[in-house]
T-cell receptor
């Protein structure tokens, strides 16, 4: 079955600390992988995506993610978190059908 | 700037009312989607459409219907609103073919059914 797992429901970090949000997927074919961010009361904004090539992809707002096929993972990272990064983050996977499957999200809280 | 616009940010409706949630995109996208978002459950797909007058059920279509009479507009209809349909509703669109570009989302409609 196709699925996306975000094992961390809620993460708290201090401003300036590094961040890693985990995402594991189960998908039968070559996946298209995405990270989205949702600020409170807003829709989802695309942070970055991967579908081929270099397994380390750069996104907006200083985020990056690494695709590891052997681990079926696509973890999101940021070297130094800013207070404005507090939001909910969603990982998603898709394929040829263009229907994305979303994880349940990770809520990030940033302490000053 | 490309946009997906949802007509209402907040709605309060009474149980039993027929509710229309409107979504318009200006990107000439073929595909449109309706999700509901609830705490701890993430995004759940209600209905989607790959073309005008075409619709397909998602994972939780019960109690909902949709209409796509024009390419740019995708409406979600709650035939008889119930309190368990209180939720955030998100509309999204994408270009046809592979999902390489991902989805563009609207800002959401927070619906409260009382």
């Amino acid at each position: 079955a196709q699925s996306v797992t975000q094992p961390d429901i809620h993460i708290t970090v201090s401003e300036g600390a590094s961040l890693e949000l985990r995402c594991n997927y189960s998908y039968g074919a070559t996946p298209y992988l995405f990270w989205y961010v949702q600020s409170p009361g807003q829709g989802l904004q695309l942070l970055l995506k991967y579908f081929s090539g270099d397994t380390l992809v750069q996104g907006i707002k200083g985020f990056e993610a690494e695709f590891k096929r052997s681990q079926s993972s696509f973890n999101l990272r940021k070297p130094s978190v800013h207070w404005s990064d507090a939001a909910e983050y969603f990982c998603a996977v898709g394929g040829n059908t263009d229907k994305l499957i979303f994880g349940t999200g990770t809520r990030l809280q940033v302490f000053p | 700037d490309v946009k997906v616009t949802q007509s209402s940010r907040y709605l309060v409706k009474r149980t039993g009312e027929k509710v229309f949630l409107e979504c318009v995109q200006d990107m000439d996208h073929e595909n449109m989607f309706w999700y509901r978002q609830d705490p701890g459950l993430g995004l759940r797909l209600i209905y989607f459409s790959y073309d005008v007058k075409m619709k397909e059920k998602g994972d939780i279509p019960e109690g909902y219907s949709v209409s796509r009479e024009k390419k740019e507009r995708f409406s979600l209809i709650l035939e008889s609103a119930s309190t368990n349909q209180t939720s955030m509703y998100l509309c999204a669109s994408s270009s046809g073919g592979t999902p390489a570009d991902g989805y563009t989302f609207g800002s959401g409609t927070r619906l409260t059914v009382v």
